[in-house]
């Protein structure tokens, strides 16, 4: 982590550390939306219907005070992996291509954290004492479904194991391009781009994240065989 990653950091942090639980509640809204929204994406493009994310980013309150978080993951999780799945962070196969991904994603939102001029230590909503860098937990919130996606793609090509090329394809994922305000850009840069905002939002307490763009789902996606009718 270097220490003198951004010519503000000072300013940065200190406007950070201050930073009121209202301004951190409503960052937090925008990203939890911003999850849901794409993992109803990562969905329709898993071939199943993709309508309830929708409906569910929209029920996001200040602070998700119902957890709609929790609803949304309560539904995304069989559609993608199958009603069997389980998300466990101590299993191996699916869970464990998972983990890497996620691990790969989380190194990277620290870097960006860093080089926005903000401490990862600092949380909006992770927390932990054994956490050191809860922010980085918090800002890759939306780009889980883009590692979920590519683990999707590894075992339906019959990948159980966390092997080299499964983790170059893992890696290959922040070279991502997904569609932004700017044109299509790297998710690495995306990332980038949402820790700068986060920045600016402490700093000028207008919160206005930079996040990729998630197109209406009004575009008809492919209807699983146990799943019928129209969005």
């Not at 009121?20 to 898993?46: D, E």
């Not at 998300?87 to 990277?108: D, F, H, K, P």
Request: glycine share 6%.
């Amino acid at each position: 982590w270097p220490v003198d990653g951004h010519h503000a950091q000072q300013r940065r942090m200190e406007e950070q550390i201050s930073a009121s639980k209202s301004v951190n509640k409503r960052i937090w809204t925008q990203l939890v939306a911003a999850k849901i929204k794409r993992q109803g994406l990562a969905v329709a493009s898993a071939g199943h219907r993709s309508g309830a994310f929708e409906a569910l980013a929209k029920a996001v309150t200040i602070g998700d005070p119902s957890n709609i978080e929790a609803q949304a993951a309560r539904r995304y999780w069989p559609l993608m992996f199958g009603p069997d799945f389980r998300r466990n962070t101590e299993a191996a196969g699916t869970n464990a291509l998972l983990n890497y991904g996620y691990a790969i994603l989380r190194a990277a939102t620290a870097r960006s954290i860093a080089a926005a001029g903000l401490h990862p230590s600092i949380g909006i909503f992770h927390r932990h004492p054994n956490n050191a860098m809860p922010l980085a937990d918090d800002l890759m919130e939306p780009f889980r479904p883009d590692v979920d996606l590519e683990v999707l793609s590894l075992t339906r090509e019959g990948v159980t194991e966390v092997e080299r090329d499964a983790k170059r394809m893992l890696v290959a994922v922040l070279s991502a391009e997904l569609p932004t305000s700017l044109g299509h850009s790297p998710l690495q840069t995306c990332i980038m781009r949402l820790a700068q905002s986060v920045a600016a939002s402490y700093g000028n307490g207008k919160i206005s994240l930079n996040l990729p763009t998630v197109l209406p789902y009004s575009v008809p996606a492919p209807v699983d065989e146990q799943d019928s009718g129209n969005e």
